[in-house]
């Protein structure tokens, strides 16, 4: 093998028709497709970021959420027991109310049942006397002084 100027030369622009075609159609589809790939790791890590991101905020959400559920539900809980308690209290005091009026009517009755026997009492108080006192004169008495005399008794007893 002869290496002499020529060779030399020739290889020479061989090489530079090489170097040539690469840098006009291999490198600009290659660097390309590097800068291309580059793009999608670089929106591929900032996706990600995102996600994460986004995961904290949803996990806040839920956990604030359900937060605000427990709160609302013992809030629930707190004004059924208050409820309750009212409901309670007002069927005692209806009960109360409805013995002081039951008490009230049976006092009422009794106290109308104690005049009218009151009242018997004295009709049969005066209707004795009247007859003892028939008795006593042994003479009739008319019926409207009869009626007058029993009017007079019933009114002093």
Do not use: C
């Amino acid at each position: 093998m002869n290496i002499n100027l020529y060779t030399l030369i020739g290889q020479m622009i061989s090489f530079a028709l090489l170097v040539w075609f690469t840098m006009k159609f291999v490198w600009p589809p290659l660097m390309r497709a590097m800068e291309e790939r580059q793009k999608r790791i670089a929106d591929g890590l900032a996706a990600a970021e995102r996600g994460h991101l986004e995961f904290d905020l949803a996990q806040q959400k839920a956990a604030e959420s359900l937060r605000e559920v427990r709160e609302h539900t013992a809030d629930m809980l707190a004004e059924a027991g208050k409820r309750a308690a009212q409901l309670l209290d007002e069927a005692k005091l209806q009960a109360k109310e409805e013995g002081a009026r039951m008490i009230a009517a049976m006092r009422a009755e009794a106290e109308h049942e104690r005049n009218a026997a009151r009242e018997q009492l004295r009709q049969a108080v005066a209707e004795l006397a009247v007859a003892g006192a028939a008795k006593i004169l042994e003479k009739e008495i008319d019926a409207k002084a009869h009626a007058r005399l029993l009017d007079s008794v019933v009114k002093e007893l």
